[in-house]
């Protein structure tokens, strides 16, 4: 391990060199952060979800690791849009159906995230996905609609997922299969406003957004818990990561107005032109919000 002046300090994700704040949650417990230590943070609203999610170390292709990732205080965005599904199919993988909410629509989402307190520091997270049927499941897609427009259990598949520090990259890129890579990328929600910058290669706009908050209603812990199965590949096998979100402040505008959403030029807009979109249906908002990331599993969609 390398300390520098700037206040960071470099370390070793399974032969990948990483820059994380010095004295920060990662540098000082490496994924096992004391939950009492976290609960004395002013930002962090309380911890009695995580004690219920014990860790484990397993190991990963960015070394022996301790899993879930705890958010112990975050926020999140998610405009879901009609997009054909003809579209849609020419993104996915063969093995993965689109969602539909009539024949011939699917759904496509841009999803912001700001993570101020967790077990790897500080980060801001943005993505262009679509939902798509639970794998190796048959039958009617009713419920599985119901589900994922309620934000009760969402299955997805993410064509970008830039981030803006390097350990959130390694580990979502090499560790869990995402398309992830670093960027400059602001995310500020607050019970006002939504908004969020994504810069492209050359430091000008990839995607930007600007959008009312919708209005808030506060949920007690643990009594409005959402879950998202993402399905990744790595090395020529599938595996599926499961989110679990525990949200404590939400809310939900249907056929939202006021949202401003500007494509430039960039990997994120060029992924969400490619799914066509049609028009916004949903805006939902989580002004606070917890969540445990577990390391993905192997999984067999065929």
Known sequence: MTTTATG?????????????????????????????????????????????????????????????????????ARLTMLAPTRAIRKRLPAELAPLEVAPGLGLASVMLFRYDVCDIDFYTEAAVGVAVRPARHGGLGLADLASALGDDHLHSYVFSLPVNTRIAQVRGHDGYGFPKWVTELDVDIDETRTTARIANADGGVDLAFSAPTP????????????????????????????????????????????????????????????????????????TGAQAALHMPVPFSVR
Do not use: C
């Open 215 to 286: 209005k808030q209603k506060r949920h007690a812990s643990g009594a409005k818990v959402s879950t998202l199965t993402s399905y990744t590949q790595r090395d020529g096998s599938w595996f599926s990561t499961l989110n679990q979100t525990n949200v404590l402040a939400s809310g939900t505008s249907l056929l939202p107005r006021g949202i401003d959403l500007t494509l430039g030029e960039g990997r994120v807009s060029d992924d969400l032109r490619s799914l066509k979109p049609i028009r916004a249906i949903q805006f939902d908002v989580n």
């Open 8 to 76: 960071t300090v470099e370390v070793d994700l399974g032969g990948r060199t990483v820059t994380v704040p010095k004295d920060g949650l990662y540098d000082r417990f490496r994924m096992d952060t004391p939950l009492d230590e976290v609960a004395r943070d002013p930002r962090v609203p309380g911890v009695d979800f995580f004690r219920t999610l014990p860790k484990t170390q397993v190991d990963s292709p960015i070394g022996p690791t301790r899993t879930p990732n705890f958010y112990y205080a975050m926020s999140s």
